[in-house]
C-alpha cells in the first residue's frame, strides 16, 4: 500500500514538473507581484473565514451525533475530536486517510467501524446534497448583467439535475437498497466477483446509513444543519476573497459569483495526493479565478493559497493538539483506518 502510495505521488510530481518545462516559455509569473499580494493581505477577513470554517466542524460533529441518536446517545463534544484529527489526516496524508473519522468515531463510541463508515457514506450524501442545493440557488439568480452568466446559469441547472438525482437515489435505496444489492450481485458475478460484492456492500452500507436517520424530523434537522454548513462554507470563501483589497476583481465578487469557484475547488479537492494535492488544488482555484473572474494570475495564485490554507490546511495544528492529548499516532491511525474498513472496534 505504502509502495503504491509513493509510485503514485512520484508519478504526479514528474507529470506536473514536465509540463511545467514543457511551457515554460508560456508561463508569465511575476513573483514580485505575487508577493505585494500577499503583503497587502487584510488578514481580519482570513481571521474572520478560519473562524467560520472551524465552527463547520462543530457543526458536523453536531451532524454525526444525530446519526447515531437511534443506536446511541452521544454528545456532540465527544466527536468533536474525531472530527479535527480525521479532517488533520486527510489534509496530510491525502483522501486515502477519508476514514479515520469513521474509523475514530467507531472506538470513541465503541461501535463496529461497519456502521460509522455507513453514516459517512450518508454524511457524503447530505454533503453532496446540500453543497449542491446552495450552489444552485446562487447561480440561478445571478443578476442579468454578469459576465459569463450562460455558464453560470447552465452550471446551477446542472447542480440542480444532480441534486434531483441524489435525493431520487436515496429515496430508492431506502425502499429497496436490499433488493438492489442482491440484483447487482447476481448481474455483477460473471464478470468479476469481487466486484459485485464490492457494489453489493456499498449500496448495504449506503441504507444502513439511510435508516440511521431515526424520524423525518431527525432528516429535518440533519438538512437544516448540511445547507447552513455549507452556505457558512461559501461565507468564509467570500471572506476570503474579500481579502484581496489591492484585486477588485476579487475584492468585489459577490456570494453568487464565487459559488463557481466553490464548486471548482470542491472537484479538485476529490482526489487530494498527500502534499502535492496541495499545489494542484492551488492551481485549480488560481485557474478558475483567473478565467472565471479575469483576476490576474498572481492574485489568484495568493488567493488559492490563502484559501488553501483557510479551508483545508489551518485545522493542522489543532488536529495534531487533540490526537496528542488522545495519545493518538495520527500515521498510524490514518493507515489502520484505510486497512480494515469492515473490522469490528472495541
Sequence with gaps: MKSRKGILGAIVVAILAFLVYVNRDRIHFD????????????????????????????????????????????????????????????ALFGRLADLTRPYLVARRVNLPLSSQVAVYTIERMFDLGAAAAIFSAALLFAPPGLPHREVFIRSGEISVAGTAFIAFFAVLIRAVGGVIASSIRVTLSGLSKPLADGVADKILEFRAGLNAIASARDFLFIAILSLSMWGLIGLAYVETLHAFVATPELATLSYSRTMLLMGASIGGSLLQLPIVGWFTQIAVTAAAMHAFYGAPIEAATACGAILLFVTFLSIIPTGLLFARLEHFNLKSVAAESSEAPNAPTS
Excluded: N
Excluded at 497587502?40 to 478560519?50: F, G, N
Excluded at 472551524?54 to 457543526?59: A, D, E, G, I, L
Design 31 to 90: 513573483w514580485k507581484t505575487f508577493l505585494i499580494q500577499l503583503r497587502l493581505i487584510r488578514w481580519r477577513y482570513v481571521a474572520a473565514a478560519t473562524a467560520i470554517i472551524y465552527f463547520t466542524y462543530t457543526v458536523r460533529a453536531l451532524r454525526w451525533s444525530i446519526f447515531l441518536s437511534s443506536t446511541k446517545r452521544v454528545s456532540p463534544l465527544t466527536l468533536l475530536g474525531p472530527q479535527f484529527i480525521g479532517f488533520t489526516a486527510v
